[in-house]
Protein backbone atom coordinates (compact mmCIF):
# COMPACT_ATOMS: atom_id res chain seq x y z
CA UNK A 1 0.00 0.00 0.00
CA UNK A 2 1.13 3.33 -0.84
CA UNK A 3 -0.06 5.94 1.47
CA UNK A 4 1.01 10.14 1.97
CA UNK A 5 2.67 11.55 5.61
CA UNK A 6 1.77 14.78 7.16
CA UNK A 7 4.43 14.53 9.87
CA UNK A 8 5.02 17.32 12.32
CA UNK A 9 8.65 18.41 11.90
CA UNK A 10 10.29 20.24 14.94
CA UNK A 11 13.85 21.33 15.23
CA UNK A 12 14.51 21.50 18.85
CA UNK A 13 11.78 22.45 22.04
CA UNK A 14 12.10 26.50 21.10
CA UNK A 15 12.04 26.19 17.09
CA UNK A 16 9.20 26.71 15.29
CA UNK A 17 7.47 22.84 14.12
CA UNK A 18 5.72 22.62 10.38
CA UNK A 19 4.41 19.85 8.81
CA UNK A 20 6.56 18.18 6.02
CA UNK A 21 5.07 16.13 3.55
CA UNK A 22 6.26 12.20 2.91
CA UNK A 23 5.42 8.91 0.94
CA UNK A 24 5.64 6.17 2.15
CA UNK A 25 5.73 3.66 -0.66
CA UNK A 26 5.53 -0.36 -0.65
CA UNK A 27 3.90 -0.52 2.87
CA UNK A 28 3.05 -3.99 3.87
CA UNK A 29 -0.15 -3.98 5.77
CA UNK A 30 1.26 -6.47 8.12
CA UNK A 31 3.97 -3.96 9.09
CA UNK A 32 3.56 -2.03 12.35
CA UNK A 33 3.29 1.82 12.45
CA UNK A 34 6.66 2.41 13.64
CA UNK A 35 8.12 -0.43 10.73
CA UNK A 36 6.49 1.94 8.51
CA UNK A 37 8.20 4.74 9.93
CA UNK A 38 11.34 3.09 10.11
CA UNK A 39 11.49 2.60 6.36
CA UNK A 40 10.71 6.21 5.78
CA UNK A 41 13.10 6.99 8.05
CA UNK A 42 15.61 4.55 6.08
CA UNK A 43 14.95 6.68 2.71
CA UNK A 44 15.62 9.79 4.41
CA UNK A 45 18.79 8.74 5.70
CA UNK A 46 19.81 7.57 2.41
CA UNK A 47 19.01 10.85 1.07
CA UNK A 48 20.87 12.51 3.44
CA UNK A 49 17.97 13.95 5.29
CA UNK A 50 17.23 14.39 9.32
CA UNK A 51 15.25 10.86 9.66
CA UNK A 52 11.64 11.27 12.19
CA UNK A 53 12.23 11.45 15.23
CA UNK A 54 9.89 9.59 17.61
CA UNK A 55 10.62 7.35 20.79
CA UNK A 56 9.89 3.60 20.92
CA UNK A 57 11.38 1.34 23.26
CA UNK A 58 9.85 -2.71 23.52
CA UNK A 59 7.52 -2.30 20.79
CA UNK A 60 5.13 -5.00 22.35
CA UNK A 61 2.65 -2.72 23.97
CA UNK A 62 3.68 -2.60 27.63
CA UNK A 63 6.53 0.36 27.87
CA UNK A 64 4.62 3.45 27.48
CA UNK A 65 7.29 5.33 25.26
CA UNK A 66 5.89 5.93 21.11
CA UNK A 67 2.73 7.79 22.16
CA UNK A 68 1.85 9.81 19.07
CA UNK A 69 -0.92 11.43 17.73
CA UNK A 70 -2.33 9.84 14.42
CA UNK A 71 -4.91 11.71 12.12
CA UNK A 72 -6.21 13.42 15.76
CA UNK A 73 -6.66 10.05 17.67
CA UNK A 74 -4.04 9.38 20.94
CA UNK A 75 -2.24 6.48 19.23
CA UNK A 76 -4.54 5.94 16.13
CA UNK A 77 -7.53 4.71 15.09
CA UNK A 78 -7.88 1.34 16.76
CA UNK A 79 -9.13 1.23 20.33
CA UNK A 80 -6.94 -0.12 23.33
CA UNK A 81 -3.63 -0.14 20.80
CA UNK A 82 -0.02 1.33 21.74
CA UNK A 83 1.30 3.08 18.21
CA UNK A 84 3.81 0.32 18.12
CA UNK A 85 1.19 -2.37 17.94
CA UNK A 86 -0.71 -0.46 15.68
CA UNK A 87 -0.91 -2.12 12.22
CA UNK A 88 -0.88 -0.96 9.02
CA UNK A 89 -4.18 -2.74 8.10
CA UNK A 90 -5.83 -0.63 10.12
CA UNK A 91 -5.50 1.94 6.86
CA UNK A 92 -6.26 1.98 3.37
CA UNK A 93 -3.94 2.10 0.34
CA UNK A 94 -3.58 5.87 -0.83
CA UNK A 95 -4.61 7.43 3.12
CA UNK A 96 -3.30 10.38 3.81
CA UNK A 97 -2.01 10.33 7.72
CA UNK A 98 -1.76 13.09 10.02
CA UNK A 99 1.19 12.50 12.75
CA UNK A 100 1.25 15.07 15.38
CA UNK A 101 3.34 15.02 18.72
CA UNK A 102 1.07 15.12 22.11
CA UNK A 103 0.60 18.89 22.69
CA UNK A 104 0.41 19.92 26.18
CA UNK A 105 2.12 22.35 28.57
CA UNK A 106 3.51 19.76 30.78
CA UNK A 107 5.02 17.78 27.93
CA UNK A 108 7.04 20.00 25.68
CA UNK A 109 8.68 18.77 22.70
CA UNK A 110 11.77 18.21 22.24
CA UNK A 111 12.54 17.51 18.57
CA UNK A 112 9.59 16.08 15.92
CA UNK A 113 7.69 13.83 17.65
CA UNK A 114 9.30 13.21 20.60
CA UNK A 115 8.11 14.88 23.56
CA UNK A 116 9.08 15.49 27.43
CA UNK A 117 7.20 13.15 29.38
CA UNK A 118 9.34 13.53 32.77
CA UNK A 119 6.57 15.36 34.31
CA UNK A 120 4.91 12.31 34.62
CA UNK A 121 8.07 10.84 36.40
CA UNK A 122 7.87 13.89 39.12
CA UNK A 123 4.23 13.08 39.69
CA UNK A 124 5.72 9.18 40.86
CA UNK A 125 8.69 10.27 42.75
CA UNK A 126 6.28 12.99 45.06
CA UNK A 127 4.55 9.65 46.31
CA UNK A 128 3.83 6.74 43.80
CA UNK A 129 5.59 4.04 45.61
CA UNK A 130 5.79 2.13 49.69
CA UNK A 131 8.19 2.59 51.90
CA UNK A 132 9.42 -0.54 53.38
CA UNK A 133 12.41 -1.62 55.17
CA UNK A 134 14.43 -3.99 53.38
CA UNK A 135 15.14 -7.35 54.91
CA UNK A 136 14.23 -11.09 54.07
CA UNK A 137 11.38 -11.05 51.82
CA UNK A 138 7.62 -11.78 53.79
CA UNK A 139 6.01 -15.12 53.68
CA UNK A 140 3.67 -15.56 50.61
CA UNK A 141 0.29 -14.75 51.35
CA UNK A 142 0.43 -12.98 54.96
CA UNK A 143 -1.09 -10.42 53.90
CA UNK A 144 -4.19 -11.31 52.99
CA UNK A 145 -5.64 -9.16 50.15
CA UNK A 146 -9.38 -9.40 48.79
CA UNK A 147 -9.44 -10.62 45.00
CA UNK A 148 -11.77 -7.81 43.81
CA UNK A 149 -9.01 -5.46 45.38
CA UNK A 150 -5.84 -7.25 43.91
CA UNK A 151 -8.02 -7.34 40.66
CA UNK A 152 -9.12 -3.48 40.62
CA UNK A 153 -5.50 -2.65 41.69
CA UNK A 154 -4.10 -4.43 39.07
CA UNK A 155 -6.14 -3.02 36.70
CA UNK A 156 -4.86 0.19 38.12
CA UNK A 157 -1.15 -0.70 37.53
CA UNK A 158 -1.63 -1.87 33.90
CA UNK A 159 -0.88 2.17 33.20
CA UNK A 160 2.19 2.43 31.60
CA UNK A 161 2.85 6.20 31.27
CA UNK A 162 2.33 6.99 27.46
CA UNK A 163 1.18 10.07 28.16
CA UNK A 164 -2.34 9.57 25.60
CA UNK A 165 -4.52 10.44 28.48
CA UNK A 166 -3.09 14.04 28.71
CA UNK A 167 -2.82 14.04 25.02
CA UNK A 168 -6.50 13.14 24.23
CA UNK A 169 -7.41 15.68 27.51
CA UNK A 170 -9.03 19.17 25.84
CA UNK A 171 -7.80 20.74 29.40
CA UNK A 172 -4.53 18.60 29.28
CA UNK A 173 -4.95 17.01 32.23
CA UNK A 174 -3.45 14.05 33.55
CA UNK A 175 -6.40 13.10 36.13
CA UNK A 176 -6.30 9.60 34.69
CA UNK A 177 -2.46 8.62 34.88
CA UNK A 178 -2.25 10.04 38.35
CA UNK A 179 -5.37 8.32 39.23
CA UNK A 180 -4.03 4.95 38.25
CA UNK A 181 -0.79 5.51 40.13
CA UNK A 182 -2.72 6.19 43.41
CA UNK A 183 -5.41 3.67 43.07
CA UNK A 184 -2.42 0.95 42.74
CA UNK A 185 -1.21 1.79 45.62
CA UNK A 186 -3.98 3.35 47.87
CA UNK A 187 -6.42 -0.26 46.87
CA UNK A 188 -4.13 -2.41 48.81
CA UNK A 189 -2.83 -2.87 52.04
CA UNK A 190 1.00 -2.39 51.64
CA UNK A 191 -0.40 1.47 50.31
CA UNK A 192 -2.23 2.18 53.55
CA UNK A 193 -0.07 3.98 55.84
CA UNK A 194 1.21 6.35 53.21
CA UNK A 195 -2.01 6.88 52.00
CA UNK A 196 -3.29 10.53 52.91
CA UNK A 197 0.17 11.71 51.90
CA UNK A 198 0.74 10.39 48.94
CA UNK A 199 -3.03 11.48 47.38
CA UNK A 200 -2.17 15.05 48.77
CA UNK A 201 1.56 15.22 47.30
CA UNK A 202 0.79 13.44 43.89
CA UNK A 203 -2.36 16.04 43.02
CA UNK A 204 -0.24 18.84 44.57
CA UNK A 205 2.48 18.20 41.96
CA UNK A 206 0.33 17.15 39.10
CA UNK A 207 -1.36 20.35 39.42
CA UNK A 208 1.83 22.29 39.03
CA UNK A 209 1.78 21.45 35.46
CA UNK A 210 -1.40 19.79 34.32
CA UNK A 211 -4.96 21.18 33.59
CA UNK A 212 -8.25 20.28 35.53
CA UNK A 213 -10.73 17.65 34.65
CA UNK A 214 -14.16 18.57 32.92
CA UNK A 215 -14.98 14.63 33.21
CA UNK A 216 -15.30 14.53 29.41
CA UNK A 217 -13.85 11.20 29.50
CA UNK A 218 -11.40 11.16 26.40
CA UNK A 219 -8.45 9.95 28.05
CA UNK A 220 -10.48 6.65 29.29
CA UNK A 221 -11.14 6.29 25.21
CA UNK A 222 -7.72 6.87 24.18
CA UNK A 223 -6.30 4.72 26.83
CA UNK A 224 -4.40 1.57 25.22
CA UNK A 225 -4.82 -0.12 28.95
CA UNK A 226 -8.65 1.12 29.13
CA UNK A 227 -8.19 2.35 32.68
CA UNK A 228 -10.97 3.41 33.64
CA UNK A 229 -12.23 7.23 34.76
CA UNK A 230 -13.67 5.16 38.26
CA UNK A 231 -10.39 5.83 39.56
CA UNK A 232 -10.35 9.71 39.09
CA UNK A 233 -13.57 9.54 41.17
CA UNK A 234 -11.60 7.75 43.84
CA UNK A 235 -9.12 10.11 43.66
CA UNK A 236 -10.96 12.86 44.34
CA UNK A 237 -12.41 10.72 47.23
CA UNK A 238 -8.98 9.94 48.26
CA UNK A 239 -8.16 13.68 47.93
CA UNK A 240 -11.01 15.29 50.17
CA UNK A 241 -10.27 12.78 52.63
CA UNK A 242 -6.83 13.55 52.81
CA UNK A 243 -7.38 17.35 53.24
CA UNK A 244 -9.43 16.88 56.00
CA UNK A 245 -7.56 14.43 57.75
CA UNK A 246 -3.93 14.61 57.07
CA UNK A 247 -2.60 17.17 59.45
CA UNK A 248 0.59 18.66 57.18
CA UNK A 249 3.58 20.57 59.25
CA UNK A 250 2.55 18.88 62.52
CA UNK B 1 -5.91 21.30 58.96
CA UNK B 2 -2.88 22.25 57.65
CA UNK B 3 -0.62 24.75 59.67
CA UNK B 4 2.09 27.15 58.29
CA UNK B 5 5.59 27.56 60.14
CA UNK B 6 7.16 30.53 59.86
CA UNK B 7 11.01 31.13 59.51
CA UNK B 8 11.69 31.30 63.09
CA UNK B 9 10.09 27.63 63.11
CA UNK B 10 7.18 29.06 65.24
CA UNK B 11 3.97 27.76 63.85
CA UNK B 12 1.42 29.79 63.12
CA UNK B 13 -2.52 29.75 62.86
CA UNK B 14 -3.68 27.04 60.94
CA UNK B 15 -5.02 27.64 57.16
CA UNK B 16 -8.56 27.63 57.19
CA UNK B 17 -10.19 24.40 55.46
CA UNK B 18 -11.92 26.29 52.67
CA UNK B 19 -8.88 27.95 51.95
CA UNK B 20 -6.69 24.77 51.73
CA UNK B 21 -9.77 23.31 49.87
CA UNK B 22 -9.95 25.87 47.54
CA UNK B 23 -6.20 26.36 46.25
CA UNK B 24 -6.21 22.91 44.81
CA UNK B 25 -7.97 22.38 41.47
CA UNK B 26 -9.50 19.19 42.90
CA UNK B 27 -10.85 21.54 45.25
CA UNK B 28 -12.30 23.70 43.03
CA UNK B 29 -14.36 21.01 41.33
CA UNK B 30 -15.91 19.98 44.95
CA UNK B 31 -17.16 23.13 45.12
CA UNK B 32 -18.69 23.14 42.35
CA UNK B 33 -20.09 19.98 42.42
CA UNK B 34 -21.47 21.26 45.80
CA UNK B 35 -22.71 24.78 44.64
CA UNK B 36 -24.07 23.02 41.84
CA UNK B 37 -26.02 20.66 44.14
CA UNK B 38 -27.37 23.57 46.11
CA UNK B 39 -28.60 24.99 42.52
CA UNK B 40 -29.64 21.84 41.71
CA UNK B 41 -32.12 21.77 45.12
CA UNK B 42 -33.21 25.43 43.51
CA UNK B 43 -34.11 24.60 40.33
CA UNK B 44 -36.03 21.71 41.15
CA UNK B 45 -38.18 23.61 44.18
CA UNK B 46 -38.36 26.69 41.45
CA UNK B 47 -40.36 23.98 38.92
CA UNK B 48 -42.21 22.12 41.70
CA UNK B 49 -43.23 25.88 42.56
CA UNK B 50 -44.41 27.31 39.87
CA UNK B 51 -46.64 24.19 38.72
CA UNK B 52 -49.22 25.73 41.03
CA UNK B 53 -49.96 28.36 38.24
CA UNK B 54 -52.05 25.40 36.68
CA UNK B 55 -53.91 25.43 39.70
CA UNK B 56 -55.55 29.03 39.98
CA UNK B 57 -54.21 32.51 40.06
CA UNK B 58 -55.10 32.16 43.76
CA UNK B 59 -52.51 29.30 44.71
CA UNK B 60 -50.13 30.39 42.23
CA UNK B 61 -50.00 34.31 44.63
CA UNK B 62 -50.98 32.32 48.05
CA UNK B 63 -47.51 30.73 47.30
CA UNK B 64 -45.59 33.89 46.15
CA UNK B 65 -46.84 35.16 49.88
CA UNK B 66 -46.38 32.01 51.31
CA UNK B 67 -42.25 32.10 50.54
CA UNK B 68 -41.99 36.04 51.92
CA UNK B 69 -43.34 34.68 55.33
CA UNK B 70 -41.41 31.73 55.38
CA UNK B 71 -40.55 30.69 58.99
CA UNK B 72 -42.38 34.06 60.00
CA UNK B 73 -42.96 35.35 63.15
CA UNK B 74 -39.38 33.34 64.20
CA UNK B 75 -37.84 35.35 61.32
CA UNK B 76 -39.06 38.65 60.10
CA UNK B 77 -41.28 38.87 57.08
CA UNK B 78 -38.81 37.79 54.00
CA UNK B 79 -36.05 37.01 55.85
CA UNK B 80 -35.77 33.14 55.29
CA UNK B 81 -36.33 34.30 51.76
CA UNK B 82 -32.93 36.88 52.14
CA UNK B 83 -31.22 34.40 53.44
CA UNK B 84 -31.94 31.32 50.83
CA UNK B 85 -31.08 33.92 48.17
CA UNK B 86 -28.45 34.59 49.72
CA UNK B 87 -26.96 30.94 49.94
CA UNK B 88 -27.83 31.38 46.20
CA UNK B 89 -26.01 34.36 45.22
CA UNK B 90 -23.25 32.66 47.39
CA UNK B 91 -23.09 29.47 45.36
CA UNK B 92 -23.82 30.82 42.23
CA UNK B 93 -20.50 32.87 42.79
CA UNK B 94 -18.34 29.70 43.67
CA UNK B 95 -19.31 27.99 40.94
CA UNK B 96 -19.13 30.87 38.54
CA UNK B 97 -15.53 31.80 39.61
CA UNK B 98 -14.19 28.18 40.21
CA UNK B 99 -15.20 27.59 36.46
CA UNK B 100 -13.80 30.96 35.22
CA UNK B 101 -10.53 29.95 36.92
CA UNK B 102 -10.41 26.41 35.52
CA UNK B 103 -10.65 27.16 32.70
CA UNK B 104 -7.86 30.01 32.83
CA UNK B 105 -5.59 26.79 34.12
CA UNK B 106 -7.05 24.44 31.75
CA UNK B 107 -6.38 26.80 28.95
CA UNK B 108 -2.78 27.33 30.44
CA UNK B 109 -2.09 23.36 30.30
CA UNK B 110 -3.36 23.11 26.72
CA UNK B 111 -1.48 25.98 25.27
CA UNK B 112 -1.17 23.97 21.74
CA UNK B 113 -3.92 22.83 19.74
CA UNK B 114 -3.72 19.77 17.47
CA UNK B 115 -2.92 21.33 13.69
CA UNK B 116 -4.67 17.84 12.59
CA UNK B 117 -8.75 17.51 12.80
CA UNK B 118 -8.99 16.37 16.21
CA UNK B 119 -12.83 15.16 17.00
CA UNK B 120 -14.24 14.29 20.00
CA UNK B 121 -14.33 10.46 20.68
CA UNK B 122 -16.84 10.41 23.37
CA UNK B 123 -16.97 13.10 25.03
CA UNK B 124 -20.84 14.57 23.67
CA UNK B 125 -22.49 17.76 23.18
CA UNK B 126 -23.62 18.86 26.65
CA UNK B 127 -20.04 18.11 28.10
CA UNK B 128 -18.52 19.96 25.83
CA UNK B 129 -20.64 22.90 25.56
CA UNK B 130 -20.42 23.72 28.99
CA UNK B 131 -18.81 26.89 29.50
CA UNK B 132 -21.60 28.02 26.74
CA UNK B 133 -24.40 26.69 28.21
CA UNK B 134 -23.43 28.41 31.65
CA UNK B 135 -22.99 31.60 29.88
CA UNK B 136 -26.19 31.50 28.66
CA UNK B 137 -28.01 30.71 31.66
CA UNK B 138 -26.34 33.75 33.81
CA UNK B 139 -27.50 35.89 30.96
CA UNK B 140 -30.47 34.60 31.16
CA UNK B 141 -30.89 34.47 34.93
CA UNK B 142 -29.93 38.32 34.96
CA UNK B 143 -32.76 38.81 32.57
CA UNK B 144 -35.41 36.24 34.66
CA UNK B 145 -34.65 38.36 37.74
CA UNK B 146 -35.33 41.73 36.12
CA UNK B 147 -38.37 40.50 34.43
CA UNK B 148 -40.21 38.65 37.51
CA UNK B 149 -38.64 39.70 41.23
CA UNK B 150 -37.79 42.97 40.34
CA UNK B 151 -40.28 43.83 37.82
CA UNK B 152 -37.75 46.41 35.79
CA UNK B 153 -39.04 44.87 32.30
CA UNK B 154 -42.29 43.76 33.00
CA UNK B 155 -45.08 44.70 30.92
CA UNK B 156 -47.52 43.83 33.92
CA UNK B 157 -49.21 47.57 35.35
CA UNK B 158 -47.50 48.57 38.56
CA UNK B 159 -48.93 46.54 41.52
CA UNK B 160 -49.49 43.58 39.42
CA UNK B 161 -49.72 39.82 41.06
CA UNK B 162 -47.09 37.68 40.57
CA UNK B 163 -49.45 35.52 38.46
CA UNK B 164 -50.06 38.77 36.35
CA UNK B 165 -46.63 39.10 35.97
CA UNK B 166 -45.82 35.44 34.97
CA UNK B 167 -48.72 35.86 32.17
CA UNK B 168 -48.07 39.24 31.12
CA UNK B 169 -44.24 38.33 30.53
CA UNK B 170 -45.02 34.88 29.05
CA UNK B 171 -47.68 36.22 26.29
CA UNK B 172 -45.01 37.99 24.28
CA UNK B 173 -43.89 35.47 21.71
CA UNK B 174 -40.38 36.40 21.31
CA UNK B 175 -40.21 36.00 25.19
CA UNK B 176 -41.39 33.02 25.33
CA UNK B 177 -38.92 31.47 22.97
CA UNK B 178 -36.65 33.03 25.11
CA UNK B 179 -37.70 31.02 27.90
CA UNK B 180 -37.35 27.89 25.71
CA UNK B 181 -33.62 28.70 24.46
CA UNK B 182 -32.56 29.24 27.88
CA UNK B 183 -34.00 26.39 29.42
CA UNK B 184 -32.48 24.22 26.13
CA UNK B 185 -29.23 25.90 27.70
CA UNK B 186 -30.02 24.88 31.58
CA UNK B 187 -31.08 21.21 30.10
CA UNK B 188 -27.42 20.59 28.86
CA UNK B 189 -25.58 22.33 31.32
CA UNK B 190 -27.58 19.95 34.20
CA UNK B 191 -27.30 16.66 31.57
CA UNK B 192 -23.38 17.46 32.08
CA UNK B 193 -23.53 18.68 35.37
CA UNK B 194 -25.45 15.69 37.18
CA UNK B 195 -23.41 13.38 35.97
CA UNK B 196 -20.28 15.06 36.24
CA UNK B 197 -20.74 15.99 39.60
CA UNK B 198 -20.65 12.16 40.95
CA UNK B 199 -17.22 11.89 39.34
CA UNK B 200 -15.90 15.20 41.34
CA UNK B 201 -17.31 14.09 44.64
CA UNK B 202 -15.87 10.82 43.88
CA UNK B 203 -19.25 9.21 44.49
CA UNK B 204 -18.24 6.15 42.56
CA UNK B 205 -18.97 2.47 43.35
CA UNK B 206 -19.83 -0.40 41.05
CA UNK B 207 -23.32 -1.04 42.01
CA UNK B 208 -24.24 2.78 41.83
CA UNK B 209 -22.62 3.76 38.39
CA UNK B 210 -25.14 2.72 36.23
CA UNK B 211 -27.69 4.80 38.14
CA UNK B 212 -25.68 8.18 37.65
CA UNK B 213 -26.45 8.87 34.01
CA UNK B 214 -30.01 7.28 34.21
CA UNK B 215 -30.43 9.94 37.23
CA UNK B 216 -29.08 13.00 35.43
CA UNK B 217 -31.04 12.24 32.43
CA UNK B 218 -34.45 11.54 34.79
CA UNK B 219 -33.63 15.10 36.58
CA UNK B 220 -32.74 17.07 33.48
CA UNK B 221 -36.19 15.86 31.98
CA UNK B 222 -38.55 16.62 34.94
CA UNK B 223 -37.08 20.03 35.45
CA UNK B 224 -36.60 21.22 31.87
CA UNK B 225 -40.47 19.45 30.98
CA UNK B 226 -41.61 21.75 33.63
CA UNK B 227 -40.12 25.04 32.98
CA UNK B 228 -40.96 24.62 28.96
CA UNK B 229 -44.48 23.59 29.93
CA UNK B 230 -45.01 27.56 31.90
CA UNK B 231 -44.76 29.62 29.13
CA UNK B 232 -45.74 27.34 26.17
CA UNK B 233 -49.23 26.69 28.01
CA UNK B 234 -49.06 30.65 28.51
CA UNK B 235 -48.40 31.07 24.34
CA UNK B 236 -51.69 28.47 23.74
CA UNK B 237 -53.81 30.04 25.99
CA UNK B 238 -53.92 27.27 28.50
CA UNK B 239 -53.10 29.56 31.34
CA UNK B 240 -53.80 33.40 31.25
Same mark, same amino acid.
Given at each position: ??? =????????????????? =??????????????????????????????????????? @????????????????????? =???? &???????????????????????????????????????????????? @????? &????????????????????????????????????? &??????????????? &????????????????? @?? =?????????????????????????????????????????? | ???????????????????? $????????????????????????????????????????????????????????????????????????????????????????????????????????????????????????????????????????????????????????????????????? $???????????????????????????????????????????????????????
Amino acid at each position: MNL =TLRVWRQAGPSEPGRFE =TYEATDVSEDSSFLEMLDLVNDGLIRRGEEPIEFMHDCR @EGICGTCGMMIDGQAHGPQAR =TTTC &QLHMRSFSDGDEIVIEPWRAAGFPVLKDLVVDRSAFDRIVESGGYISV @ETGSA &QDANLTPIPKDDADRAMDAAACIGCGACVAACPNGAA &QLFTSAKLAHLNLLP &QGQPERSRRTLAMVGVM @EE =TFGSCTNYGECEAACPKGISIDFIAMMNRDHRRALMTERRGA | MATTTDAAGATTRPTPFLLV $LYRSALGKKYLMAVSGIVGLGYILAHMLGNLKLYQSPEAFNAYAEFLRRLLYPILPESGALNLLRAVLVLALVVHVVAAAQLTALNRRARPERYRSRRDYVVADFAARTMRWTGVIVLLFLAYHLADLTWGWVNPAPEGATVYDKVVASFSRTPIAALYLVANAA $LGAHLFHGVWSLFQSMGWSSPRFDPVRRTLATAFTAVVIGGNLSFPIAVQLGIVA
